[in-house]
């Protein structure tokens, strides 16, 4: 690989969403590298084939002051990388505030070190069920689902979201709140208009915005938004673009339509893999409803005792746990281990008192439970696949993913085949540690039907 092979390079503001932007560019023929730091001259090296890479970072979970030390160096990285286009990639329900996951504070610093002419703003994404009309984010119940489809500040889950709240769905007034840049927008009808309408459009936008909000509704709308942003990267000053996969979606359309790329529609069949380890450290109603089905077709349950992590009086080895986790695996039994099953887990609400009661304020509380339960589930898992004959594992949650895939000892993965949208099944590289090879997928809250887990066995 020459840096002028990279069509794409992205830094992911969770896991879980880092390999959605993976399967999206894998399913267009693009081979793709996730790495869970930035990756070294020599780590991009041992993936030569790569025409895209990612980093799965974790500032979905960060306050500014550590997004600002930790994006800064990453970006600088990705600038030097050679790809056409740079993407922050952000979930696609737009999850921030001005105190935690700043979107804002991203589109700040990729401002300073990339210098784009404009930042692309591209958050809808049909087959995920995202949708944005008039500047104003609408999403399904659930991803890979048959789930009702809501304004964002009505949607049954993210508007109860226990750290970013949606109560705004017009994503420009979002972001005036984490930003003093001005977005402007290209709508709708604007979308369906000439291609050389639209163009001259959105010039005469950037003339006087910083950013550009693109609306889509369907998929055909993507490689037009594609068409309009790809001319902006070259791999001597790559375009800027923030969002969610969407962005993928549009590249690779405009890029497949122009035969720059070519889809993939031949994948392995993974079969079945059982027993399957699930670790969960998502509050989600739809993964809640997840475990009531898996539960209710024969998987097993182990509950952390989450107030004990939170008050530091938990065994630190987890040898109940771990012991009667292998036990069940032995015996040919699925499991779930998981921290709370929702925001009304008794579990959820004791841990969140103890940590209040010590001073910690809900932002405090949010960084430190990500970290502290991701390490949790995290070691467990580690334990159990030192001592027990497991294959596949799932991770579910955003916000702890990232720290599970760390503690695991995790370095990179990369893709098996897609099986459910938005999370693909992946493969792990992870020299030294009893999770090298393994076949995992990561999750996130809002990924799936009920039978998501009892699909993966």
Sequence with gaps: MTPNDLLLAFYGDDFTGSTDAMEILERAGIRTALFIEPPTSEELSRFPYIRAFGIAGMTRAMTPRQMEDTLRPAFEILKHAGARHIHYKVCSTFDSSPDIGSIGKAIDIGAEVFEPKFISLVVAAPSLGRYCTFGNLFARMGIGSNGHIHRLDRHPSMSNHPTTPADESDLRLHLSKQTTKSCGLIDILQIEMPPE?????LEKI?????????????AHQM???????????????????????????????FWNAKGITQNRTQWPQPGESSPLLVVSGSCSPVTARQIDYALAHGFEEIALDTPAIAAGTHDPAYVNEIGKAVRFIESGKNVIIHTARSTQDPRFIRSNNILKNNGLTPIQIQTHTSTLYGQALGAVARNILENAPVKRLIIAGGDTSGVVARTLGIKAV???????????????????SPANGLEVNFKGGQVGGEDYFTAFC
Excluded at 206 to 218: M, N, P, S
Excluded at 417 to 430: D, I, M, N
Aim: proline share 7%; aromatic share 8%; glycine share 12%.
């Design 414 to 432: 990369e893709m098996i085949a897609p099986l459910s949208p938005g999370a693909p099944l992946c493969r792990t590289f992870a020299p030294d």
């Design 206 to 218: 950037i003339e006087e915005k910083q950013i550009v909000l693109f609306d889509g509704l369907y």
């Design 223 to 253: 490689s037009r938004i594609g068409a309009l942003i790809d001319r902006y990267g070259n791999h001597g000053s790559p375009h800027f673009s923030v969002g969610s996969s969407g962005v993928e979606m549009a590249l690779t359309g």
């Design 197 to 201: 309408e639209t163009s001259a459009l």
